[in-house]
């Protein structure tokens, strides 16, 4: 069974920081994995998607890579803002029955 | 932002009443998920469906029913609702097994 981690739960950091959150899975086997950004009291957002034959994939200050042979990716955000708050989720997708998440990292960006 | 509608939005309702989700959407994706998250668990996997009449279960399914009989419309029915069913539910679609796009989310609370 697909299992996701992500480290940390919970992260507080200043404004400007650039800063790494993590994500593992226990199952190399995977299709995609995605990023998604989840505020309070909302749905989540697609933030990036990887496929399982890439390295990275970027987004403006976002950058996201992977490593499927280890079952990691990590989501990288540079120059963190106030407005960058919130629940950042990793999911896999292993086919058809959809995607195995993380419980997430909460991120707080004090300005 | 992705054309997915739920309703309710929010309800409440008593022990053993059935109760039924709606999940709209206007893409015309192939691929619709119904999710539950709760805190400690994240988001997982109740139903989900890759065509219309075509179904299948996830990894939370007991206590849980759906139908598609249209493209646009997936259903998602808690037979005799119990206090553990209380949650928020994520209605969620794609079209090809990449990016999956999420509803704003349906607060249920079974009292």
């Known amino acids: 069974k697909q299992e996701v981690t992500q480290i940390p739960a919970a992260l507080s950091v200043p404004e400007g920081e650039n800063l790494v959150l993590n994500c593992s899975f226990t199952d190399s086997a995977i299709y995609n994995l995605q990023w998604f950004r989840q505020d309070p009291g909302k749905g989540l957002t697609s933030l990036l998607l990887i496929q399982s034959s890439q390295r990275e994939q970027t987004s403006g200050r976002l950058n996201a890579s992977l490593d499927k042979s280890s079952g990691r990716s990590t989501l990288y955000i540079a120059a963190s803002q106030p407005g960058d708050s919130a629940t950042y989720l990793c999911a896999v997708s292993t086919g058809r029955r959809a995607l195995t998440f993380g419980s997430g990292t909460r991120l707080q960006v004090q300005p | ?111």
């Open chain 2, 1 to 111: 932002d992705a054309g997915i509608t739920q309703s309710p939005r929010h309800k409440v309702t008593e022990t053993g009443t059935p109760v039924t989700l709606r999940c709209h959407q206007t893409e015309n994706h192939r691929y619709m998920y119904w999710y539950r998250q709760d805190p400690g668990h994240g988001l997982r996997l109740i139903h989900y469906s890759y065509g219309v009449k075509d179904t299948d279960k996830g990894e939370v399914s007991d206590g849980y029913s759906v139908s598609r009989s249209k493209t646009e419309d997936f259903l998602l029915t808690l037979e005799s609702a119990t206090s553990s069913q209380t949650s928020v539910y994520f209605c969620a679609i794609s079209e090809d097994l990449t990016v999956v796009y999420f509803g704003e989310g349906s607060w249920l609370t079974v009292v």
